[in-house]
Nanobody, 132 residues
């Protein structure tokens, strides 16, 4: 069964750090692009960061640039999102998603937005809460 399993997240004070993990099960990330999205209550889902394993492209939304870092451990088949200098506005449920092509990150770099509607493989979501 193809699935993504997320771990990490939790509650932290403003300025703190958290790390999210997204582990693939039933497939490998070799040619995939993996993206992190978030959705706060009453708001639309927002693309946060993307990493393409096939061509190395990385994208960050302006709202997290300089604070978040996406990385991959191929041996563990896991993608991470290190979140530093967290702000209350980062509070949301965070989801990872996988695209079997580089398109997710290519489109993000070209258009400045991560398109999610066509993605079929998603993690279960993890809550990140940043208190003020």
């Amino acid at each position: 069964e193809v699935q993504l399993v997320e771990s990490g997240g939790g509650l932290v004070q403003t300025g703190g750090s958290l790390r999210l993990s997204c582990a693939a099960s039933g497939f490998t990330f070799d040619d995939y692009a993996v993206g992190w999205f978030r959705q706060a209550p009453g708001k639309e889902r927002e693309g946060v960061s993307c990493l393409s394993h096939s061509d190395g492209k990385i994208y960050y939304a302006d709202s997290v640039k300089g604070r978040f870092t996406i990385s991959s451990d191929n041996a563990k088949n896991t993608v991470y999102l290190q979140m530093n200098s967290l702000k209350p506005e980062d509070t949301a449920v965070y989801y990872c998603a996988a695209d079997p092509s580089p398109a997710l990150c290519t489109i993000a770099q070209d258009m400045g937005v991560m398109v999610s509607k066509y993605l079929e493989v998603w993690g279960q979501g993890k809550q990140v809460t940043v208190s003020s």
